[in-house]
C-alpha cells in the first residue's frame, strides 16, 4: 500500500456562517485554518471563496489571492481550487473564473450535473446571522448544480491546457462512467485522482455496499490508472473514511464536508479534523503522504509554475 493523501476541504459553499462559529468565511480565517490543517498533516487544500463581508461563496479570484498567497508562504501544500466557485447559481464561466485566472495545480472537477439538496439545513431552528442564508438553503430543493458534458469539455480544455490536473468528484455510479468517456476521448490523461463522495442528498449513500460498488467499478474501468480518495458528508464523514483508507483509498476531510468532530460536537478547526484522521489512519499502521509525494503520486507540475 502506498503513503496516503490527507485532503482537508477548507470551508466549501454548501454550510452557511450560522451553523458554526468555527466555520472560516474571510481570507485571513481561511488562510489560518488551511494553515493549520497543513500543519497537521493534509498535505492537499482543497480551497472555495467567500465574501468577506457575509459568508456567501464566492469565485471572484481576488478574493482567492487574498489567501492563496498566504498559504504559500507558510505551507507547501498542494492547492486545490475548486470549479464550483460562487455555487450552482453562477455560470461555468464566472465559477472557474478563479482556477483559470490562477492556475492551481489541481482543481475540482464534478463529474455531471447533481440535484444536490441542501433545504434540510434550514428546517433546524437557529439564529440566523444573515439574510441571505436559510432562502439559499431552502432554494437548493428545485436547484440544479449544472456540469453538463460542455461545461466538463471546456474546464478540461481550458483549465487542463495550464497544466493544472483535476480532481475528478464523482458522486455517482454515472460520474465514473461520464469520466471514463473523456478518458477515451484523451481530453484527461492517468493518473486519474478520482474523488467519490458519498452521503449528500443527491448523491450515491453511505452504505458499505455503495463503497465497494464505487470501488469495484473504478477498478473495472480505470485499471491501474487511477488513485483513489474518498470523501463523505456529516455523521458519514470518519466512518467511510477509515473504511475506504483500509481499502486503499486516500481520505478527504474538513468542515465543507462535516461541522462535527464527535456526534453533537462541533469541530473547533479544520486542523482537529486532519489530526483525527491521520491518528486513525497511523494506528491501523498507515503513513500520511507529503505533499511532494502527493506530487510525485498525482503527477503535478509542481507549486512554482501557478499563477499566485
Given at each position: 500500500?502506498?503513503?496516503?493523501?490527507?485532503?482537508?476541504?477548507?470551508?466549501?459553499?454548501?454550510h452557511?456562517?450560522?451553523?458554526?462559529?468555527?466555520?472560516?468565511c474571510?481570507?485571513?480565517?481561511i488562510?489560518?485554518?488551511?494553515?493549520?490543517?497543513?500543519?497537521?498533516?493534509?498535505?492537499i487544500?482543497h480551497?472555495?471563496?467567500?465574501?468577506?463581508?457575509?459568508?456567501?461563496?464566492?469565485g471572484?479570484?481576488?478574493?482567492?489571492?487574498?489567501?492563496?498567497q498566504?498559504?504559500?508562504?507558510?505551507?507547501?501544500?498542494?492547492?486545490?481550487?475548486s470549479?464550483?466557485?460562487?455555487?450552482?447559481?453562477?455560470?461555468?464561466?464566472?465559477?472557474?473564473?478563479?482556477?483559470?485566472?490562477?492556475?492551481p495545480?489541481?482543481?475540482?472537477l464534478n463529474?455531471?450535473?447533481?440535484?444536490l439538496?441542501?433545504?434540510?439545513?434550514?428546517?433546524?431552528?437557529?439564529?440566523?446571522k444573515?439574510?441571505?442564508?436559510?432562502?439559499?438553503l431552502?432554494?437548493?430543493?428545485?436547484?440544479?448544480?449544472?456540469?453538463t458534458?460542455?461545461?466538463?469539455?471546456?474546464?478540461?480544455?481550458?483549465?487542463?491546457?495550464?497544466?493544472?490536473?483535476?480532481e475528478f468528484?464523482c458522486?455517482?455510479?454515472?460520474?465514473?462512467?461520464?469520466?471514463?468517456?473523456?478518458?477515451?476521448?484523451?481530453?484527461?490523461?492517468?493518473?486519474?485522482?478520482?474523488?467519490?463522495?458519498?452521503?449528500m442528498?443527491?448523491?450515491?449513500?453511505?452504505?458499505?455496499?455503495?463503497?465497494?460498488?464505487?470501488?469495484?467499478?473504478?477498478?473495472?474501468?480505470?485499471?491501474n490508472?487511477y488513485?483513489w480518495?474518498?470523501?463523505?458528508?456529516?455523521?458519514h464523514?470518519?466512518?467511510?473514511?477509515?473504511?475506504?483508507?483500509l481499502?486503499?483509498s486516500?481520505?478527504?476531510?474538513?468542515?465543507?464536508?462535516?461541522?462535527?468532530?464527535?456526534?453533537g460536537?462541533?469541530?473547533?478547526?479544520?486542523a482537529?479534523?486532519?489530526?483525527?484522521i491521520?491518528?486513525?489512519?497511523?494506528?491501523?499502521?498507515?503513513?500520511?503522504?507529503?505533499?511532494?509525494?502527493?506530487?510525485?503520486?498525482l503527477?503535478?507540475?509542481g507549486?512554482g509554475?501557478?499563477?499566485?
Amino acid at each position: 500500500m502506498s503513503k496516503v493523501i490527507i485532503t482537508c476541504a477548507v470551508t466549501g459553499g454548501a454550510h452557511t456562517p450560522s451553523m458554526s462559529p468555527h466555520l472560516p468565511c474571510t481570507p485571513e480565517e481561511i488562510a489560518d485554518q488551511s494553515i493549520e490543517a497543513a500543519d497537521a498533516g493534509a498535505s492537499i487544500i482543497h480551497l472555495h471563496a467567500r465574501d468577506p463581508d457575509d459568508g456567501r461563496p464566492t469565485g471572484d479570484p481576488a478574493i482567492f489571492q487574498r489567501f492563496l498567497q498566504r498559504i504559500k508562504g507558510a505551507t507547501d501544500a498542494v492547492v486545490n481550487i475548486s470549479t464550483g466557485g460562487g455555487g450552482p447559481t453562477m455560470t461555468v464561466s464566472d465559477r472557474t473564473k478563479a482556477a483559470l485566472t490562477l492556475r492551481p495545480e489541481m482543481c475540482s472537477l464534478n463529474m455531471g450535473s447533481i440535484n444536490l439538496n441542501l433545504s434540510e439545513l434550514a428546517e433546524k431552528d437557529r439564529d440566523w446571522k444573515h439574510d441571505w442564508e436559510k432562502p439559499f438553503l431552502e432554494s437548493t430543493k428545485d436547484l440544479v448544480f449544472k456540469n453538463t458534458f460542455a461545461d466538463i469539455e471546456w474546464i478540461m480544455e481550458n483549465i487542463g491546457a495550464n497544466g493544472t490536473r483535476f480532481e475528478f468528484e464523482c458522486y455517482d455510479v454515472s460520474h465514473l462512467y461520464s469520466l471514463r468517456y473523456f478518458a477515451d476521448r484523451a481530453l484527461v490523461k492517468p493518473p486519474f485522482f478520482i474523488q467519490t463522495a458519498f452521503g449528500m442528498r443527491g448523491a450515491i449513500g453511505a452504505h458499505p455496499e455503495d463503497l465497494m460498488h464505487q470501488k469495484r467499478t473504478i477498478d473495472r474501468l480505470f485499471g491501474n490508472e487511477y488513485r483513489w480518495s474518498v470523501l463523505a458528508a456529516g455523521v458519514h464523514q470518519m466512518r467511510i473514511n477509515t473504511m475506504a483508507a483500509l481499502m486503499g483509498s486516500n481520505v478527504r476531510v474538513g468542515l465543507e464536508d462535516g461541522l462535527y468532530i464527535s456526534r453533537g460536537e462541533l469541530a473547533i478547526s479544520n486542523a482537529q479534523q486532519v489530526a483525527k484522521i491521520r491518528r486513525v489512519l497511523e494506528e491501523l499502521g498507515m503513513e500520511i503522504a507529503t505533499p511532494d509525494e502527493a506530487r510525485q503520486m498525482l503527477h503535478l507540475k509542481g507549486g512554482g509554475d501557478v499563477g499566485f
